[in-house]
């Protein structure tokens, strides 16, 4: 079974940055295609951004393009999120998420991914 387990989020200062990771246990992270989402209190669940279980494709929402960046590191099997410049509204609970796929595969923002982590909370004020 597959586990996933989010790490890195915290409190920061608008125009800061923090690096969030998500460890696979239970599998080879090669085999999936890797996502983030987050979730504010009282919205929808949003897609932030996807990538290709190798690593060379990505997209992101548009409302953290420029800003975010989606790795993975297959030999740690371990997937990150490097956000900078944060802004208020990316204040949310944010989860890394699974879904198995062959080589090159990639996975949109509003796919229903398989495996999912438990979250870690990311906090911008002024």
């Known amino acids: 079974q597959v586990k996933l387990t989010e790490s890195g989020g915290g409190s920061e200062q608008v125009g800061g940055s923090l690096r969030l990771s998500c460890a696979v246990s239970?599998?080879?992270?090669?085999?999936?295609?890797m996502a983030w989402f987050r979730q504010a209190p009282g919205k929808e669940r949003q897609g932030v951004a996807t990538i290709s279980s190798g690593g060379t494709y990505t997209d992101y929402a548009d409302s953290v393009k420029g800003r975010f960046t989606i790795s993975r590191d297959n030999d740690k099997d371990t997937l990150y999120l490097q956000m900078a410049s944060l802004k208020p509204e990316d204040t949310a609970m944010y989860y890394c998420a699974a879904e198995p796929c062959g080589p090159s595969g990639i996975r949109g923002l509003s796919y229903d991914f398989t495996y999912w982590g438990q979250g870690t909370q990311v906090t911008v004020s002024s």
């Open positions: 239970g599998s080879t992270i090669s085999n999936y295609c």
